[in-house]
């Protein structure tokens, strides 16, 4: 368990028969060198003490939201910035209920709602109560939010059942937990450029022309991309998403503004171009509002095809090119068109003429075409979560 040495932990125990594991968990991370500080939910104390939790991690344990002595330290801030990552184990169904649906009504809750680290949860509850649509709709939701699950097992219950509902064993956890760290310093090896969003042609100081592009698949892969250990820097166009913290954002507004920057910030090992890049731009334009009543003629000219450069470049060609193409009819064979031309690794394309799916929509629905492979369909799935899977499938490639 190397790479939990020197990791802080912030363990969460719930009110659940399986608390008394936690225990066994302090003493395994602590043997590994790990940090560790505790929250005991109120429940949980039923189940394991205060005292115990302290003999085991030497560290002052946490309970009350509206504590004198810790809110003068504002706990539910400084504890989440304190850890590398927050586990939660067991996580009950009435925790991961009220995480999913954005409650703070405890010093446990809270601590997660403030949180900007990576949170994995340990389900543990009947059987009964795990496959409750309910709780799998909560379960749901947390890894749409990119909460990370561990378990649970099927197996003998305390309440005598058997099924689904039993909390992963500790050294499993730990398992879970060190591989995660070893990924982090695999991948911190490696670095990504992203883009994303549209473009502004401008045509007068207030009118432009653009693609229609939101920019949100291209910020939940630089989102992934850094979560998962790899430096990545996104070069966005114009949207109203918010930045993604730990990633270096370029901001721009043209596709010419977009290219230099391209150019500036390689080589990398990954190139994703998500971006909506206008195909042209206005060769005539005015510098003063054109007024309607103004008889106009537009002249244009082609912007720089900055995948297709790229791709082709001898020495700044990163070592996974990766484009996508916006597509209305003839998806297949403009797409298998597309990775041939421009000299990329895969091309992802959508079928943009479904509103459902694509542009400003949580949802998209895509195939990936890779070069001298099989292409592999996608179902419909939320944005985030296509996300994490194209980066999966980039670092195993890498690897």
Same mark, same amino acid.
Request: aromatic share 8%.
């Given at each position: 368990?190397?790479?939990?040495?020197?990791?802080?932990?912030?363990?969460? *125990?719930?009110?659940?028969?399986?608390?008394?594991?936690?225990?066994?968990?302090?003493?395994?991370?602590?043997?590994?060198?790990? @940090?560790?500080?505790?929250?005991?939910?109120?429940?949980?104390?039923?189940?394991?003490?205060p005292?115990?939790?302290?003999?085991?991690?030497?560290e002052?344990?946490?309970?009350n939201?509206?504590?004198?002595?810790?809110?003068?330290?504002?706990?539910?801030?400084?504890?989440?910035?304190?850890?590398?990552?927050?586990?939660?184990?067991?996580?009950?169904?009435?925790?991961?209920?009220?995480?999913?649906?954005?409650? #703070?009504?405890?010093? #446990?809750s809270?601590?997660?709602?403030?949180?900007?680290?990576?949170?994995?949860?340990?389900?543990? @509850?009947?059987?009964? @109560?795990?496959?409750?649509?309910?709780?799998?709709?909560?379960?749901?939701?947390?890894?749409?939010?990119?909460?990370? *699950?561990?378990?649970?097992?099927?197996? &003998?219950?305390?309440?005598?059942?058997?099924?689904?509902?039993?909390?992963?064993?500790?050294?499993? @956890?730990?398992?879970?937990?060190?591989?995660?760290? $070893?990924?982090?310093?695999?991948?911190?090896?490696?670095?990504?450029?992203?883009?994303?969003?549209?473009?502004?042609?401008?045509?007068?100081?207030?009118?432009?022309?653009?693609?229609?592009?939101?920019?949100? $698949?291209?910020?939940?892969?630089?989102?992934?991309? $850094?979560?998962?250990?790899?430096?990545?820097?996104?070069?966005?166009?114009?949207?109203?998403?918010?930045?993604?913290?730990?990633?270096?954002?370029?901001?721009?507004?043209?596709?010419?503004?977009?290219?230099?920057?391209?150019?500036?910030?390689?080589?990398?090992?990954?190139?994703?171009?998500?971006?909506?890049?206008?195909?042209?731009?206005?060769?005539?334009?005015?510098?003063?509002k054109?007024?309607k009543?103004?008889n106009?003629?537009?002249?244009?000219?082609?912007n720089?095809?900055?995948?297709?450069?790229?791709?082709?470049?001898?020495?700044?060609?990163?070592?996974?090119?990766?484009?996508?193409?916006?597509?209305?009819?003839?998806?297949?064979?403009?797409?298998?068109?597309?990775?041939?031309?421009?000299?990329?690794?895969?091309?992802?394309?959508?079928?943009?003429?479904? &509103?459902?799916?694509?542009?400003?929509?949580?949802?998209?629905?895509?195939?990936?075409?890779?070069?001298?492979?099989?292409?592999?369909?996608?179902?419909?799935?939320?944005?985030?979560?296509?996300?994490?899977?194209?980066?999966?499938?980039?670092?195993?490639?890498?690897?």
């Open positions: 368990m190397e790479n939990l040495k020197n990791k802080k932990i912030l363990l969460i *125990i719930c009110g659940g028969i399986a608390a008394y594991k936690s225990l066994e968990l302090i003493r395994l991370f602590k043997k590994s060198g790990s @940090m560790v500080k505790t929250i005991l939910t109120n429940n949980a104390k039923k189940f394991v003490t005292l115990s939790v302290v003999s085991l991690s030497q002052k344990v946490y309970s939201l509206f504590d004198l002595e810790n809110e003068s330290e504002m706990d539910h801030i400084s504890l989440s910035r304190w850890a590398d990552i927050i586990l939660i184990a067991p996580a009950t169904a009435n925790t991961i209920s009220k995480i999913a649906n954005g409650y #703070a009504d405890d010093l #446990a809270t601590v997660v709602l403030a949180s900007n680290k990576k949170i994995f949860l340990a389900p543990a @509850m009947n059987v009964r @109560m795990w496959e409750n649509s309910s709780n799998k709709k909560n379960i749901n939701k947390l890894i749409d939010f990119n909460y990370k *699950i561990i378990g649970p097992e099927k197996g &003998d219950m305390a309440c005598g059942e058997y099924g689904e509902g039993k909390m992963t064993e500790p050294r499993e @956890m730990m398992n879970n937990l060190n591989r995660y760290f $070893q990924n982090l310093s695999n991948n911190s090896k490696f670095t990504a450029l992203v883009t994303a969003g549209p473009t502004h042609e401008y045509i007068d100081p207030v009118r432009y022309i653009t693609n229609r592009s939101s920019g949100k $698949q291209g910020y939940e892969i630089a989102r992934c991309l $850094q979560e998962s250990g790899i430096k990545t820097t996104l070069i966005t166009g114009p949207t109203n998403l918010r930045p993604v913290e730990g990633v270096d954002i370029i901001k721009v507004k043209s596709a010419e503004e977009m290219f230099k920057k391209t150019l500036e910030n390689l080589p990398s090992d990954i190139g994703i171009f998500s971006a909506a890049v206008s195909d042209w731009r206005v060769k005539n334009y005015k510098n003063i054109i007024k009543d103004e106009i003629n537009l002249e244009f000219e082609r720089i095809d900055i995948l297709n450069h790229v791709s082709n470049h001898n020495s700044l060609r990163p070592k996974i090119v990766i484009g996508f193409s916006a597509e209305t009819n003839n998806i297949l064979k403009n797409s298998k068109a597309k990775i041939e031309q421009k000299n990329c690794d895969w091309i992802i394309a959508n079928d943009v003429s479904n &509103d459902a799916i694509g542009f400003e929509s949580d949802l998209n629905e895509v195939t990936i075409f890779y070069k001298g492979k099989d292409s592999e369909k996608f179902p419909r799935m939320k944005k985030s979560l296509l996300a994490k899977k194209i980066v999966e499938k980039v670092i195993s490639q890498l690897n």
